[in-house]
T-cell receptor, first 114, second 112 residues
Framework: NAGVTQTPKFQVLKTGQSMTLQCAQDMNHNSMYWYRQDPGMGLRLIYYSASEGTTDKGEVPNGYNVSRLNKREFSLRLESAAPSQTSVYFC?????????????FGQGTRLTVV | GENVEQHPSTLSVQEGDSAVIKCTYSDSASNYFPWYKQELGKRPQLIIDIRSNVGEKKDQRIAVTLNKTAKHFSLHITETQPEDSAVYFCAASLYNNNDMRFGAGTRLTVKP
C-alpha cells in the first residue's frame, strides 16, 4: 500500500519548457489536490478534483492545467514554465464528501525553473 | 473561497513549555478543521482534527479548541519536546466541499 506517489521528485526546467507532474493514489479516494509550497506562504491550492471527471480551480491556478485521468491519477501540467513557478509541489488525496477526513500527501516534487 | 490566517509564523519555546498556535477562518460555513505537522524535508501529516459540533478535542499532549462564533481555532501542545520541532499548518473546509485551504504555517522550534 504505497499511499500517494508523485513523480518526479526533482526537476529543473528552463523558462518556457513544459512538463507534467504525475500523481497516483491507491486508497480509492474520491478527492485529489495539487498544492504548491513556498517559504512563508504555506500550502496554496492550485487545483483540486472532487471526483473522477471533475476539476476545480484553487487559489493560484494561473499557469497550470490538470487532468483527472481516472480515479487513481491526477496530473499537473505546466505549459510554459516561468521562474515564479519554482516551488515544491505536493499532491494529496482524501475520501472527501461527508467523510471529509484526513488528507494524505505525496512526498513532493521540487521544481526549479531557470 | 475560504481564507485561513495563522499566527505566529515562528515560535520558539523551551523544552517542557507549552506552545499555542492560532488560526482564523473567513467562511462561517466551514465545519472541519485539521492540523498538519511537516518535519523538515517530509510531507505534511495529520496530527489532530476537530469538527464544528465540538469545542475541544485532546490527544495526549496535543489539543485543539474551536470558537465558531469568533471563527478561530487553536492548537495547544503541552510539555513540548525537541521532536515537536516542525512546521504546523491549520486548514479549514466544509464537509461536502472538497476545497481545502491551509494557513501559511508556523515554524515551531523546541530548544532542549
Amino acid at each position: 500500500n504505497a499511499g500517494v506517489t508523485q513523480t518526479p521528485k526533482f526537476q529543473v526546467l528552463k523558462t518556457g519548457q513544459s512538463m507534467t507532474l504525475q500523481c497516483a493514489q491507491d486508497m480509492n479516494h474520491n478527492s485529489m489536490y495539487w498544492y504548491r509550497q513556498d517559504p512563508g506562504m504555506g500550502l496554496r491550492l492550485i487545483y483540486y478534483s472532487a471526483s473522477e471527471g471533475t476539476t476545480d480551480k484553487g487559489e493560484v491556478p494561473n499557469g497550470y492545467n490538470v487532468s483527472r485521468l481516472n480515479k487513481r491519477e491526477f496530473s499537473l501540467r505546466l505549459e510554459s514554465a516561468a521562474p515564479s513557478q519554482t516551488s515544491v509541489y505536493f499532491c494529496a488525496s482524501k475520501q472527501g464528501g461527508a467523510l471529509n477526513t484526513e488528507a494524505f500527501f505525496g512526498q513532493g516534487t521540487r521544481l526549479t525553473v531557470v | 473561497g475560504e481564507n485561513v490566517e495563522q499566527h505566529p509564523s515562528t515560535l520558539s519555546v523551551q523544552e517542557g513549555d507549552s506552545a499555542v498556535i492560532k488560526c482564523t477562518y473567513s467562511d462561517s460555513a466551514s465545519n472541519y478543521f485539521p492540523w498538519y505537522k511537516q518535519e523538515l524535508g517530509k510531507r505534511p501529516q495529520l496530527i489532530i482534527d476537530i469538527r464544528s459540533n465540538v469545542g475541544e478535542k485532546k490527544d495526549q499532549r496535543i489539543a485543539v479548541t474551536l470558537n465558531k462564533t469568533a471563527k478561530h481555532f487553536s492548537l495547544h501542545i503541552t510539555e513540548t519536546q525537541p521532536e515537536d520541532s516542525a512546521v504546523y499548518f491549520c486548514a479549514a473546509s466544509l464537509y461536502n466541499n472538497n476545497d481545502m485551504r491551509f494557513g501559511a504555517g508556523t515554524r515551531l522550534t523546541v530548544k532542549p
